[in-house]
């Protein structure tokens, strides 16, 4: 990700930090209101949201350079996997000879395939990425709350999984 402020996706991730940073005023006038009526959240709840509500907002300030920093480390362990595996495997192929030519050319059509998918895949996955990221704002507010946490951990269990999936493939594919 650029982490410059120009950016097209920056400015969505702007607009949905200003969201949230919205949304702390509500949730902390509903933490105030049940503290002060004895309705709503118990005192557990409210000892236990309190440090969530401080990670949250840090959090929610810095989840740009967050999720930049977590592609990043993403895409360097998958290039790197991906370039050790590819030298290792040239290496084995030129010792082996010209025998190994024909056992690649039909085999051509099927790695065409292959290849073709995972393009896609992988341009799905940079989609995806890019909507995680401008959405991660409004993911670490939900984190704050009991009852929408659930919806923090669906947000990353799919930002992980992206950010996973390149390696993986680097890993096959290199393989």
């Excluded at 959240?41 to 999720?67: D, E, G, Q, T």
């Excluded at 480390?73 to 084995?92: C, K, M, P, R, W």
Aim: net charge positive; hydrophobic share 60%; glycine share 6%.
């Amino acid at each position: 990700l650029a982490t410059d402020d120009q950016g097209v996706m920056y400015k969505a991730w702007s607009i949905m930090r200003q969201i949230a940073n919205v949304m702390f005023i509500a949730v902390f006038i509903a933490i105030i209101y049940s503290h002060l009526t004895n309705t709503g959240l118990s005192n557990y709840n409210l000892k236990r949201m309190l440090p969530r509500l401080i990670l949250a907002i840090v959090a929610v300030n810095l989840s740009y350079y967050i999720c930049a920093l977590l592609i990043d480390v993403s895409n360097i362990v998958g290039s790197g996997l991906n370039g050790l595996l590819i030298e290792t495997t040239a290496a084995s192929v030129a010792a082996m000879g010209p025998g190994v030519l024909y056992l690649l050319v039909f085999a051509l059509v099927p790695v065409a395939t292959i290849m073709i998918v995972t393009f896609a895949v992988l341009a799905a996955r940079q989609a995806i990425i890019v909507v995680m990221v401008v959405i991660s704002p409004i993911a670490f507010v939900l984190y704050i709350l009991p009852g929408t946490s659930k919806w923090f951990d669906r947000w990353q269990e799919i930002f992980s999984t992206m950010l996973v999936m390149y390696p993986m493939f680097a890993l096959l594919f290199g393989g």
